[in-house]
T-cell receptor, first 119, second 113 residues
Framework: GAVVSQHPSRVICKSGTSVKIECRSLDFQATTMFWYRQFPKKSLMLMATSNEGSKATYEQGVEKDKFLINHASLTLSTLTVTSAHPEDSSFYIC???????????????FGSGTRLTVV | GESVGLHLPTLSVQEGDNSIINCAYSNSASDYFIWYKQESGKGPQFIIDIRSNMDKRQGQRVTVLLNKTVKHLSLQIAATQPGDSAVYFCAELHNTNAGKSTFGDGTTLTVKP
């Protein structure tokens, strides 16, 4: 099945520093990936849609200069939280769209998430 | 605006009983619905999906029912096991291939031994 590997699983960083989160599709090519943010005991909130070879599409209210997304290859998308602050502490999750051979519709698979703590 | 929500934030069931988790959505144009399970500290895990041209779909121990008239979705888990304890989310997509999912708030299922 389609597997997405997300790293790191946990990261602690100091305020003002930047953190990069990677999301790789292991056995398929992901032309489209999605980045979500999740607060404790809350649902997933879509931050942006990442398309290979083009600029990401950000949801309303998400700062694109704060959350840099790069999707330079068909198997890798990265989210960089720049100049991190404590309020950026959250659980970040990537998702990729895939389509099995012969299938009409797409399926969606998720990474295991990254717990970011900014101190 | 659109929203996807669940009727109850928590559900506690006895091991072996059946569980029913409900979800209401507001966008009548939604054509694809997915149920996810999320364990603590992990990403969502696909359970089952259903498209708007269906009203029922069954998997292994799980059944999803879709009532488009009242915009209601439910997940039924048969013979609930301790390993089923998790947060369950419903998600809806307007266009199956566009990929933008709107997630409900989640229902925490606790299975008592």
């Amino acid at each position: 099945g389609a597997v997405v590997s997300q790293h790191p699983s946990r990261v602690i960083c100091k305020s003002g520093t930047s953190v990069k989160i990677e999301c790789r599709s292991l056995d398929f090519q992901a032309t489209t990936m999605f980045w979500y943010r999740q607060f404790p005991k809350k649902s997933l909130m879509l931050m942006a849609t990442s398309n290979e070879g083009s600029k990401a599409t950000y949801e309303q209210g998400v700062e694109k200069d704060k959350f840099l997304i790069n999707h330079a290859s068909l198997t890798l998308s990265t989210l960089t939280v720049t100049s991190a602050h404590p309020e950026d502490s959250s659980f970040y999750i990537c998702s990729a769209r895939f389509r099995d051979r012969g299938a009409v519709h797409y399926g969606y698979t998720f990474g295991s998430g990254t717990r970011l703590t900014v101190v | 605006g659109e929203s996807v929500g669940l009727h109850l934030p928590t559900l506690s069931v006895q091991e072996g009983d059946n569980s029913i988790i409900n979800c209401a959505y507001s966008n009548s144009a939604s054509d694809y619905f997915i149920w996810y399970k999320q364990e603590s500290g992990k990403g969502p895990q696909f359970i089952i999906d259903i498209r708007s041209n269906m009203d029922k779909r069954q998997g292994q121990r799980v059944t999803v029912l879709l009532n488009k008239t009242v915009k209601h979705l439910s997940l039924q888990i048969a013979a609930t096991q301790p390993g089923d304890s998790a947060v369950y989310f419903c998600a809806e997509l307007h266009n199956t291939n566009a990929g933008k999912s709107t997630f409900g708030d989640g229902t925490t299922l606790t299975v008592k031994p």
